[in-house]
């Protein structure tokens, strides 16, 4: 009974003395530096008016993603020679109409007045694929394929333009490379 007795205290006083030993190390250990996902400042949440309005401009945007994308396709398989400029009218006709629709379904939103900056930009960023889709289709006419340059450096700042308004309006969308 004795040498259990004894063999119970010396392995109670190892746990001690290596919970002690723990203890003692963690409490100098350098505290962890924040990572990168704590060192960006909180946002505020949006308020129900900037949350309305976000949701709305949701789903004129999501269209504005998916004709942005068709148009860059069409400017490319123009370049590849896969399409001729007949194919490029035909592709990118109809997304000229849907961004003009884009634009006139944005400018009936009534963002609250601190989303009105990002309304505006918003608003820019559709003329710029208006203006990007007019150009585009200006190669159908003349086979100049500097519209194509000048089309794409259009919808390049459009879409520079989508991608800060996306950060504050819907912060977790997924962003292309």
């Excluded at 945007?61 to 994308?69: E, F, L, P, W």
């Amino acid at each position: 009974m004795a040498v259990k007795t004894v063999a119970i205290g010396i392995t109670l006083s190892l746990l001690l003395m290596l919970a002690g030993y723990a203890w003692l190390r963690e409490s100098r250990a350098p505290a962890p530096q924040p990572s990168a996902w704590t060192d960006e400042p909180q946002r505020a949440a949006l308020s129900p008016a900037e949350e309305a309005y976000a949701a709305a401009l949701w789903q004129i945007h999501a269209q504005v993603k998916q004709d942005a994308v068709r148009m860059t396709f069409a400017g490319l398989y123009y370049k590849m020679g896969e399409i001729d400029r007949a194919g490029v009218k035909r592709r990118v006709a109809p997304l000229l109409s849907g961004f003009i629709q884009a634009q006139d379904r944005t400018r009936r939103l009534s963002p609250p007045g601190s989303m009105l900056k990002f309304h505006d930009e918003y608003l820019h960023a559709i003329r710029l694929y208006v203006d990007a889709s007019r150009e585009m289709l200006r190669i159908t006419e003349d086979a100049d394929e500097g519209h194509l340059r000048n089309a794409q450096g259009k919808t390049q700042q459009a879409s520079e333009l989508l991608l800060k308004v996306g950060d504050v309006l819907w912060p977790g969308e997924y962003k292309p490379n």
